[in-house]
């Protein structure tokens, strides 16, 4: 079994891991792919200069990966296998991507609780990926 976890900067994915420690023992040794995606539309149509565009990215991988070294530490300090993996693109289609091309049998994301007329009229990541993964998904 495969367990792929999604995280961000932010209390909704602190939140997820704090859930997934509090059930660790439903987990046993499954090993959960902590996932951080650089979200490259945030850089769009913003009046970035070029020469400026690899520092950011380079900055916003360091950040990710700063990011997933806490959360897997987190996790390995409870007792759970953990890897972690940095992407860059689209958040929700690069989550999408990975959780079916890579065959994952469960997929574990938090949700931000912003209101349904927002997420209804631009979506949510994990709205998005609610519909569009061929596995079950654990939304917190």
């Known amino acids: ?11 909704t994915s602190d939140a997820t891991l ?11 040794s499954t090993p959960l792919t902590l996932l951080h995606v650089v979200n ?5 149509y913003r009046m970035i200069p070029d020469f400026q565009i690899d520092m950011i990215r380079r900055y916003a991988s ?5 990011l997933l070294d806490k959360g897997a530490a987190l996790l390995r ?14 958040p929700r289609d690069i989550i999408s991507q990975i959780a079916n ?5 469960l997929l ?10 927002r997420d209804a009229l631009f979506g949510s990541v994990s ?14």
Request: charged fraction near 25%; hydrophobic fraction near 40%; aromatic fraction near 6%.
């Open 127 to 140: 709205n998005h990926v609610l519909h569009e993964v061929d596995c079950p998904v654990l939304l917190f």
């Open 77 to 90: 300090d409870a007792g759970l296998a953990v890897s972690t993996r940095l992407e860059s693109g689209y």
């Open 108 to 117: 574990i994301i938090g949700r931000h609780r912003r209101g349904g007329l």
């Open 62 to 66: 360091d950040a990710g990966q700063a």
């Open 101 to 105: 091309t890579e065959h994952f049998d």
């Open 40 to 44: 490259l539309k945030q850089m769009d």
């Open 1 to 11: 079994m495969k367990i792929l976890v999604p995280i961000r900067a932010g209390q």
């Open 18 to 28: 704090e859930h997934i420690v509090r059930l660790r023992q439903q987990f046993g």
